[in-house]
């Protein structure tokens, strides 16, 4: 959960970012395709770690499945957040990549969510701890999936205002 792609999505694009506001695609558009790079590094790490907890744990298939759902749909949210972060706060002005991503501040946010769902999810484990694992699993997707809901519809809802930062 520590990939920083969309947190920078925006501000990478420096001084040009205005162009967004110019080019015939909405900018909602865009927003979402600045998400799907860091959703598929997102579904990469969380493909790797679930095949070392097959090895390791010998967990059942559908067990697999339903966290590897969950994760993804936990990373798209992750995703949209960063990109209405990074579009609040974007750092427009640098002179190097490295000035873009080593001395951006937003870098602390991915960091923040990460701890907030790790949070949750011990919270949820502990608020069921005498239901099956799968039905905690299946009310967990539902949260966040509704919580993905919701961010998106923010996100589109409020497109134009959030460029406003973009110059």
Do not use: H
Request: a positive charge.
């Amino acid at each position: 959960m520590f990939i920083y792609i969309s947190i920078t999505a925006i501000s990478r694009e420096g001084e040009n970012a205005v162009f967004m506001k110019y080019i015939p695609v909405s900018l909602y558009k865009q927003y979402i395709y600045k998400c799907i790079p860091n959703i598929i590094m997102n579904v990469v790490t969380i493909v790797i770690c679930l095949a070392v907890a097959q090895y390791l744990l010998k967990l059942p298939i559908i067990t697999i499945i339903l966290v590897f759902i969950v994760a993804t749909v936990i990373g798209t949210l992750q995703s949209i957040v960063m990109i209405i972060i990074d579009l609040k706060r974007p750092k427009l002005s640098w002179d190097s990549e490295y000035a873009v991503v080593k001395q951006n501040f937003n870098l602390i946010f991915p960091m923040i969510i990460g701890m907030i769902n790790i949070a949750v999810l011990i919270f949820m484990v502990f608020l069921f701890k005498n239901i099956n694992v799968y039905i905690g699993l299946f009310i967990l997707g539902i949260i966040y999936t509704v919580a993905v809901f919701l961010t998106n519809k923010y996100l589109y809802k409020n497109q134009f205002k959030l460029a406003d930062k973009i110059m």
